[in-house]
């Protein structure tokens, strides 16, 4: 799969371990590094088994994928054109290009960088 960032700064914490390290627990980061790969790796972000990929249940639509302890990436899909199942819902078994838009600690508040 294709891989995009929001923003610079998440883009190289999800790629250099030690700036990742600045701002995250070791397991976090250690799991944030395999993650990364295995979406890279994957056909869909459903075709992942690892991180428990997870559709969000409330707001835009985005896929979450666990990492270590209680934290979660989010991401969205990341086509010009989304596909799109015949309810009108993106297909998520279709997507191939996920933007990564945030790390976030589960039952806090948004972790941003």
């Not at 883009?11 to 890279?40: F, G, W």
């Not at 985005?62 to 989010?74: K, P």
């Not at 819902?89 to 972790?111: C, F, M, N, P, S």
Request: aromatic content about 4%.
């Amino acid at each position: 799969m294709e891989l995009a960032f929001q923003t610079r700064r998440l883009r190289t914490a999800c790629e250099e371990p030690m700036e990742a390290a600045k701002h995250y627990p070791p397991l976090v980061v250690a799991s944030l590094i395999r993650r990364v790969a295995d979406i890279r790796a994957a056909d869909s972000p459903l075709s992942l088994v690892a991180g428990s990929p997870s559709l969000a249940t409330s707001g835009d639509p985005q896929v979450e994928i666990r990492l270590a302890s209680d934290y979660i990436l989010i991401g969205v899909a990341n086509h010009q054109t989304c596909p799109v199942r015949q309810d009108g819902e993106i297909d998520w078994d279709r997507v191939r290009r996920l933007k990564i838009v945030g790390i976030e600690r589960t039952g806090a508040h948004a972790r941003a960088i």
